[in-house]
């Protein structure tokens, strides 16, 4: 999975320019798929010079110019050999993970105030994803698909939470280093 994969499938829903990619990142795949504009724009250019999107530009009034990317065939073949391949596999990042793995080195304190901080991360992440569902259930042609990648990150914040919030019961007993 790359960056490319990702805008080639947002492009088969029709042309786009690097911020509505940005956007799209965002509503959509950003519980499981970063994107930023310095990520967005590069990916852009390479595949316009491997023939896997065109640009087309827009003239604007009083503002820049505006850059928008259609697929290709090209790139239509592109994203269907991806579908097509074997899924790699996933590799979950955690800064909070790391730095609990080395919790022995701080205190009880630093480390109850990055479980705070990350309980309060995921509180807002579930709040964000749950209104997506909400507004997508709302509407009839919502694609089940994306449903279904949206009830995982659901699903996962949820069990996060519940290991933070564990983990923050387990310090407030006075339990830091007992548990096995």
Known sequence: MNIQNVILGFLLDGPMAGYDLKGKFDESVSYFFEATFSGIYPALRKMEGEGLVIKEVMFQEGKPNK????????????????????????????????????????????????????????????????????????NPATDPFRMKTLSFGIEQLQLSLQWVDNELANYSEGGRRHER
């Open 67 to 138: 850059n928008v990317y259609a697929i290709t065939n090209k790139g239509r073949e592109a994203f269907a050999e991806y579908l097509a391949s074997p899924v790699a596999q996933s590799v979950q990042r955690s800064d909070l993970l790391l730095r609990i793995y080395f919790g022995s080195h701080c205190s009880d304190e630093q480390i109850v105030k990055w479980l705070a901080q990350e309980r309060a991360r995921l509180q807002d992440g579930l709040a964000h994803l749950s209104a997506m569902r909400e507004a997508l259930l709302a």
